[in-house]
């Protein structure tokens, strides 16, 4: 069980965490955010312009706190990793103070009757520019390129700062905790393959919007896609007892498992199930899995 650093925690400063980039936590703590979504403004500090990344939360103290961050220079971009209500909410209220155009990953509305629990879509989210893989925004000094890492979610993006090298990610990569993929948006299969695209990339450290900044990345990248791979043997050789329903794999995958995370477990088993039952090796029954025959 991850544990959680003691109180206070930085909520509302803007920390310097390299020479173009400072952090701005938002004051929404979770099993989920760990001690919050953390803002990023970019551009130099006596620049005449910058960005945001994640703005956050709609919480007024939270946009306050970016704005004094920005320290009146230009806001060029808005710019949204994904849709969940921990990221993107702000960006709207932020638009309206600042006339910056909200830019980066697509809208994305999920209607579902499944249990959740991941933070839910942001239906409030309108960009006025979709950025594609390999796409740019930039400022004075400061460039920055959509890298699209589906799988947490089907529009999420990273974004790479060309000056650093370093790579903003989101919910994609987290040194925290690993990133929960919810069907039937979250796609275990789409979440691999892009682990395995940052593996080929040469960014030198990650920013997450939960979590300390990552300095060995690749390192923690292929710890993850092992980590996943781990889990797909144990379901795989669960199967291979007996059938079972998604919440009978939950005590053997997860020993002392917080109550409060038993639904993401869940979510996260089913995510490698779907993705097992598309490579033709598990298939469902009466909701009850088991593995295909042959």
Known sequence: ????????????????????????????????TFTGTQTYVV??????????????????????AIIAAIAGRKLVAIMCTHTHRDHSPAAAPLAAATGAPIIGCAPLVLATDLPRSDESFDTTYAPDRVLEDGEAVRGTAWTLTAVATPGHTS?????????????????????????VVVPPDGDMGDYMASLEK???RDDVRYHAAHGAAIEKPRQLVRGMIGHRRQREAQILRLLGERARPVSGFIPDMYKGLDPRLIGAAEMSVTAHLID??????ATCDAQEWRLVSG
Do not use: K
Request: net charge negative; hydrophobic share 35%; glycine share 10%.
């Open 1 to 32: 069980m991850v544990t959680i650093p003691p109180q206070p925690w930085p909520t509302g400063l803007a920390e310097e965490v390299e020479p173009l980039v400072h952090r701005v936590l938002a004051p929404n703590p979770s099993p989920y």
């Open 43 to 64: 551009g130099t500090a006596d620049g005449p312009d910058c960005a945001v990344i994640d703005p956050g939360p709609n919480e007024p103290d939270h946009i306050e």
């Open 155 to 179: 529009n999420h993006l990273c974004f790479a700062l060309e000056e650093s090298g370093a790579l903003f990610t989101g919910d994609h990569v987290m040194g925290w905790s690993t990133s």
């Open 198 to 200: 940052l593996m080929a």
């Open 276 to 281: 097992l039952q598309r490579r033709g090796l």
